[in-house]
Every structure is written in structure tokens, then in C-alpha cells.
């Protein structure tokens, strides 16, 4: 386990045997983190996702407990205009199985990201709202993704979707290799 870097939570839904969603969501404020709350600038992630980082999908931040990994095709990521994109495909183990029954029942519904600053990647613009300091990340060295049952970013959800049915599948199909190929840097 990695000791020092920072954890932050946000939007992913499941599609069959994949996780779709948002790991972190742009520009939404997070819950008092001790003090002080932050967001996230558009494109925070983008040096990381460009590196091509061997990046992990864990479930609730456990190292253990592996969903996917960059390196192995199983996790794509992309940003976008809303946030940090993000799909896995789920493994055949116990836990990942456990973690879709608990995913369509609503009792898991939100995500985190595991992360690093980078030299100059935030700063303080101010107040918020309730009076606490504001942090602005405007670039990190993301380091893992998670699906949490209690989040730092209230914004952020994952739901259990089934397969499409019909005429719906032809477009869902289109919209994940479309993803996929944005996510491999093939189009823009």
C-alpha cells in the first residue's frame, strides 16, 4: 500500500459484466475533507491518463481486491467534459460478483480515486460557501480508482444496468467501442 496519497469519490453504472461511470466529476465540491473542501479542474487527469500509468480499479481502496487494471485492458479511462470516465470489466471472482449484487441493490453506489499532487497541481482560490478553505486540483497523478460506499465527492453514484434490449443494443454498443477507442487516443 502506498502511504501519503490522497483518496477522492465520484459517478459509475454497470453494464452485463462492466462498470461505466465517473470516478471524479469536474467543478462538483466535495465534503468537508478535515477542514477544508476542494474540487477538481477540468483536465487534472489528463498527464496521467496521456502517460498511459498503470492505473488499478479496486474495490472500497483494498490493493486486494483487484477490478481491473490499465495495463491489462480490463480499465479504461477518459476525460471528459464532465469528468473522469471510466469502465471496467469486472473479473469472475467472489468479491466482483458480491460487489454487482451490492451495486444492484443500491447499498454501493459511488466511486473514489487514490491520487498524488503534482509539483504545482493546486492551489487555495478562496472560501467556499460554509466559510472553509477551498483546494483546487488542477493536476494529479492518479494512481487507482475505487468503488466506495462512502465517498469524499457526495456527487458521485454507480448503478447496475442489464444489457440492452432491441434496437438499443446496436447504439450501447457503438457508444462503448466508441469509448474505448477515445480512450486508446484512436480519435478525438
Request: hydrophobic share 40%; aromatic share 6%.
Amino acid at each position: 500500500m502506498v502511504i501519503g496519497y490522497e483518496r477522492r469519490v465520484a459517478p459509475v453504472s454497470a453494464v452485463g459484466n462492466r462498470l461505466v461511470g465517473y470516478a471524479a466529476k469536474y467543478g462538483m465540491p466535495s465534503e468537508d475533507l478535515g477542514g477544508f473542501r476542494e474540487r477538481i479542474a477540468p483536465g487534472a487527469f489528463d498527464q496521467s491518463i496521456s502517460e498511459s500509468t498503470d492505473i488499478r480499479a479496486l474495490l472500497g481502496h483494498d490493493s486486494t481486491l483487484v477490478l481491473g487494471r490499465r495495463s491489462a485492458g480490463t480499465l479504461r479511462l477518459l476525460s471528459d467534459e464532465i469528468g473522469l470516465r471510466v469502465e471496467i470489466d469486472l473479473p469472475d471472482t467472489t468479491y466482483a460478483n458480491d460487489l454487482k449484487t451490492l451495486v444492484m441493490r443500491g447499498d454501493v453506489s459511488q466511486m473514489s480515486f487514490g491520487f498524488l499532487v503534482r509539483p504545482g497541481g493546486d492551489n487555495w482560490p478562496g472560501e467556499m460557501d460554509n466559510g472553509l478553505p477551498l483546494r483546487m486540483l488542477t493536476a494529479v497523478d492518479l494512481r487507482e480508482v475505487s468503488v466506495v460506499a462512502m465517498p469524499a465527492y457526495p456527487d458521485t453514484s454507480v448503478a447496475l444496468r442489464s444489457m440492452p434490449r432491441g434496437r438499443n443494443r446496436v447504439r450501447d454498443a457503438w457508444l462503448v467501442e466508441n469509448f474505448r477507442k477515445r480512450s486508446k487516443g484512436e480519435y478525438m
